[in-house]
């Protein structure tokens, strides 16, 4: 009896092994890099990070010397095994952005607040740096 090829079979094969091979490196994520957005209005400087499972418990903002630090942890949920497989992608761990403040933000009025899953910083400039426009006069 002639049996046919057929290559996807075992390359789905090849893959599923695969996965299941490294489910367990998937498991053991120390730390992640979440994603963030800088953006410069007329009065303030704002950070966006996307923190999704985290809570406001776990995160720390701090201003030493000049540079922000935002940190925090996102706890891995541990699941029972049940019937089948199940795997754990979502990334957990301990995280730290830094950053340098600019010459122009106040570090006494800086805030932090956390929704829907985005820590929004708020990083006011201080009244000296904002611009102001200034009359022309005509000497006579």
């Known amino acids: 009896m002639l049996t046919v090829f057929n290559p996807w079979t075992t390359l789905a094969r090849d893959l599923d092994w695969f996965s299941r091979s490294n489910e367990s490196d998937s498991q053991t994520t120390t730390s992640f890099v979440p994603r963030l957005d800088i ?13 999704p499972g985290v809570e406001a418990k ?18 891995l949920e541990k699941e029972d095994k049940r019937e089948g ?33 985005v820590l929004s910083v708020s990083l006011p400039k201080s009244a000296v740096a904002k611009a102001r426009s200034i009359e022309v006069k005509t000497l006579s």
Do not use: W
């Open 85 to 117: 497989y199940y795997r754990l992608e979502r990334l957990s761990g301990s995280f730290t952005r830094a950053f340098e403040l600019p010459k122009d933000v106040d570090p006494e009025s800086i805030s932090a607040a956390s929704k829907n899953g």
């Open 39 to 51: 953006v410069e209005e007329a009065d303030h400087y704002r950070i966006d990070i996307d923190l």
């Open 58 to 75: 776990d995160v720390s903002v701090t201003v030493e010397r000049n540079v922000l630090t935002i940190s925090g942890e996102r706890k």
